[in-house]
């Protein structure tokens, strides 16, 4: 499994970017899908979720802010982030997981994300 993420920068508070991570993987639409986040000395945190079946879970910092989705064709999975503080500034990482096996959780490489003027 590798997944490899894209879209991190720069840009200015109140500014947009798209992540994006192309899943080199078997059966890509029955996978649970996820973002993750880890600012400097931070533990690593969830962002959004979107499930094989489609429910989509984001966390309370980013709910109205970001969009999770998916496109089980191109095997690739989307952030748009909207809206984006200084306080979203991290390392932004793609997660693969295949309930109900908890050794299968897979990891990109990450791509950072600076908000800042």
């Known amino acids: 499994v590798k997944l490899t993420e894209s879209g991190g920068g720069l840009v200015q508070p109140g500014g947009s970017l798209r992540l994006s991570c192309v899943a080199d993987?078997?059966?890509?639409?029955?996978?649970?899908m996820g973002w993750y986040r880890q600012a400097p000395g931070k533990e690593r945190e969830l962002v959004a979720q979107i499930k094989g079946y489609g429910r989509i879970n984001y966390s309370d910092a980013v709910r109205g802010r970001f969009t999770i989705s998916r496109d089980d064709a191109k095997s690739t999975v989307y952030l748009q982030m909207n809206s984006l503080e200084p306080e979203d500034t991290a390392v932004y990482f793609c997660n693969a997981k295949l309930p109900p096996t908890p050794d299968y959780d897979y990891w990109g490489q990450g791509t950072q994300v600076t908000v800042s003027t």
């Open positions: 993987i078997i059966n890509f639409s029955i996978h649970d």
